[in-house]
């Protein structure tokens, strides 16, 4: 797919996704396993789930664009860039000459998994306002996607609200992906209860295991949990299990689809490529909601998309092709 240059009209798709939400700077320590202040070195990579899905979109061959704020700084301009090589529509991308981009430190430890310490005192993404939209981007879409950091503080809370008040108005699907970072919330409670208040706008939401533990604060394998966080008129709530692969629950039919097994470097961005690469099905024929064939085959495929983007360091160099997920889905586990 060529990419969309900056973004113009002309570049307009009936199938476009728009994201919302935070792009930042992930300093990965150069050697895994070792604390931040063990670390000798850190690598510099783009992050922030809401453009890595984005970015997952446009690799595999879907439309997508990107909505937030950046500092009017190097690395701003390197992620606005590095969203338009990745064949992302950037139009509704905005520079705060007071705030600079987000960092993030992101120790690797031995197994794979995170932690993180983040640098936003506030940082760009947390200002943008309700009044800087790009709307008329938002009304172009097909699938509106946004996660829970973006709750965090005002004024981007607002913008948030209002940007998924006209997704909404104008029939746009609308897809919640939370990803849970207590580090940047001012406490588990405020969390969960940030987390949740925009819950029943969604049409689509994907958790992990960890995340339906922490928002019931219950056992993540029983299905009574995880139907909890069921509500009327949602069309799909997908649950990730790690390599053990995902479940699925609809309002005809529930079930799960195994996963792969890689060797796994850094897990960064596999929920982000999972949901980036649904989204591209979805986009295309949104009577995967109501056909569990239809379904099963684009989790499989998301299983494989997750799966690969373990396999490197960081998320948007990692992100997989349609070739590479059809290779591991033909290989098996």
Avoid at 75 to 82: A, C, D, P, R, T
Avoid at 159 to 186: E, Q
Avoid at 208 to 237: M, R
Wanted: hydrophobic share 45%; proline share 4%; glycine share 10%.
């Amino acid at each position: 797919m060529a990419p969309l240059g900056d973004g113009s009209a002309s570049g307009a798709s009936p199938n476009l996704v728009v994201s919302f939400g935070e792009m930042l700077i992930d300093f990965v320590p150069d050697v895994a396993g070792l604390s931040l202040a063990e670390s000798g070195g850190f690598v510099k990579a783009p992050g922030g789930a809401p453009a890595n899905v984005a970015c997952a979109i446009s690799k595999l061959g879907g439309s997508s664009a990107f909505l937030g704020k950046f500092g009017d700084d190097e690395f701003g301009h390197m992620l606005v860039n590095i969203l338009k090589q990745n064949g992302v529509n950037a139009e509704g991308c905005l520079f705060d000459q007071h705030a600079r981009t987000a960092l993030a430190f992101v120790t690797l430890k031995k197994n794979g998994e995170r932690e993180f310490m983040f640098y936003r005192n506030p940082s760009a993404d947390m200002l943008l306002t309700e009044a800087e939209l790009n709307l008329d981007l938002i009304r172009r879409a097909k699938i509106f996607h946004y996660g829970s950091i973006s709750l965090i503080s005002e004024p981007c809370r607002g913008a948030h609200l209002a940007a998924m008040r006209a997704a909404k108005a104008a029939g746009i699907l609308c897809s919640y992906d939370p990803n849970v970072r207590l580090p940047l919330w001012p406490s588990e409670e405020a969390a969960r209860a940030g987390i949740l208040s925009i819950w029943k706008e969604a049409d689509f939401i994907k958790v992990s295991d960890d995340e339906v533990a922490f928002l019931t604060q219950g056992d993540a394998t029983d299905e009574k949990n995880v139907l909890s966080l069921w509500f009327d008129g949602l069309k799909l709530l997908i649950v990730t299990d790690g390599d053990k692969g995902c479940r699925y629950f609809t309002k005809d039919f529930k079930g799960s689809v195994p996963g792969y097994k890689v060797n796994t470097i850094d897990t960064t961005g596999a929920g982000d490529a999972f949901v980036g690469s649904l989204l591209v099905n979805v986009a295309k024929d949104d009577s995967i909601f109501h056909n569990e064939e239809k379904l099963r085959e684009a989790l499989k495929f998301s299983n494989a998309c997750g799966a690969i983007c373990t396999t490197q360091k960081g998320a948007i160099p990692a992100l997989p092709t349609v070739a590479a997920a059809q290779e591991l889905i033909a290989k098996g586990n």
